[in-house]
Structures are given as C-alpha cells and as structure tokens.
C-alpha cells in the first residue's frame, strides 16, 4: 500500500524556519521524482519545489526560489523541504506528491497546514 505522510508543519512567525518531512512507503522511493506543492483556500494547487529520484537536480518555483530547499534520503525514504524567511503568504496547505513517469503513476501525501503569521 503506498503512503505518503508529512509531518512538520505548524504555526511559525514572520521570518522563522520550518523543516516539513515526507516518509514514503510502499513503492521504490528512490525511482520516484518528488515535489512539494502547496495550496490555499479557492486558489490552485502551486507547484513548489521537485527533486530528481537520485536527488541531483531541483527547480524551485521563483516565489520561494533562495528560501526553499529540497532533499531527500534514499535510504530512508524522505523528502524534505526546509523553509527559511517565511512570509505570511507562504501560509498554506502543503502536499507531498511521488511521480514516477515511466510507469504514470502519481501519488499524494494528506497534507500538512504551514501557517506564517505574528
């Protein structure tokens, strides 16, 4: 069974950090790219952040580009997005998304609610 469940999420104040974690089961982790999206309230889900599955490449949407960082541990099937200089508009839900291109499978995490304010 495939799961994706993210963790880290939370309350933090205007310039702050946080580390969102993402653990992976239930498929071959490392054959999978990885991205991070997140997404507010009547707005369309926002493409974050994606990781090759070897994890030698990332792309940044330009809104988070020189704030975000994405990564990942193979050997312990997580991807990480550590989130420096919040701003209030970061404020969103944040999913954890596998896709693997060759085989057209596209999975996702429940989610996990990032909240900047002061």
């Known amino acids: 069974q495939v799961q994706l469940v993210e963790s880290g999420g939370g309350l933090v104040q205007p310039g702050g950090s946080l580390r969102l974690s993402c653990a992976a089961s239930?498929?071959?982790?490392?054959?999978?790219?990885m991205r991070w999206y997140r997404q507010t309230p009547g707005k369309e889900r926002e493409l974050v952040a994606t990781?090759?599955?070897?994890?030698?490449?990332?792309i940044y949407a330009d809104s988070v580009k020189g704030r975000f960082t994405i990564s990942r541990d193979n050997a312990k099937n997580t991807v990480y997005l550590q989130m420096n200089s919040l701003k209030p508009e970061d404020t969103a839900v944040y999913y954890c998304?596998?896709?693997?291109?060759?085989?057209?499978?596209?999975?996702w995490g429940q989610g996990t609610q990032v909240t900047v304010s002061s």
């Open positions: 990781i090759t599955g070897a994890g030698d490449s990332t």
């Open positions: 998304n596998a896709i693997s291109f060759t085989l057209g499978h596209f999975y």
């Open positions: 239930g498929f071959t982790f490392s054959r999978y790219v």
